[in-house]
């Protein structure tokens, strides 16, 4: 089997599918986010926040890149877990296409705007923090800006992973097990 890449937005399952997709196929498992941390010393956030959108993709590159080659070094697949915004990084995209198929799992949008909205902080002056870069960035002043935005964020990141994808895989409002299997499916049908 060729490795599994699993891409969508953040909130999406990618690192709790990828897990289990790596039991159920025994696969070694790799978060992108995580080889970045563990080269940089750095999160991906802290990258991203500190440094600028280009150093985030320069390392996001290197770690695919490494990644590539270690697995192709090895003669083995792995499922690999990437960070939402890969979509947006075209060397890095392709370092992990050439290892297999990339399944683009579709999140629900409110689903995912509530996940990012129960984890903001809104502080004494009422500034929203905690949130993710994309919408940071933008200075939201309420919840409902935070969700206006991802809104706009969800259509475009939609359409960038359809295109990219060679899977898409709706994750449902269903038990674990249940989105994986129609993981598995899709995987299945596509052999």
């Keep these: 089997m060729r490795s599994v890449i699993l891409m969508g ?16 196929l025994s ?3 790799f978060d992108t986010d995580t080889l970045i941390e563990e080269a940089t010393g750095k999160s991906p956030r802290r990258i991203y926040n500190e ?33 939402g915004g890969i979509c947006t990084n075209p060397g890095a995209v392709e370092k992990l296409k050439a290892l297999g198929r990339c399944v683009f799992l579709i999140a629900d949008e409110k689903l995912a705007a509530d996940r990012i909205v129960r984890e903001v902080v809104t502080k004494e002056d009422g500034e929203l923090t905690n949130l993710p870069a994309y919408i940071a960035c933008k200075n939201p002043s309420s919840i ?4 206006k935005i991802f809104h ?38 596509a052999e």
Excluded: W
């Design 9 to 24: 937005i953040k909130h999406c399952g990618k690192s709790t599918q990828g897990r289990l997709l790596s039991k159920k």
């Design 144 to 147: 409902l800006e935070v969700r």
């Design 51 to 83: 440094c600028g959108a280009d150093a985030f993709k320069k390392a996001e590159l290197e770690a695919c890149e490494k990644l590539s080659d270690e697995l192709c070094a090895k003669g083995t697949s792995a499922v690999i877990a990437t960070g």
């Design 27 to 29: 696969l070694p498992f």
């Design 152 to 189: 706009d964020f969800y259509v475009e990141r939609t359409k960038l992973f359809s295109r990219i994808a060679d899977l898409c895989v709706e994750m449902r409002q269903a038990s674990k097990e249940e989105n994986l299997a129609r993981i598995l499916d899709a995987l299945n049908a």
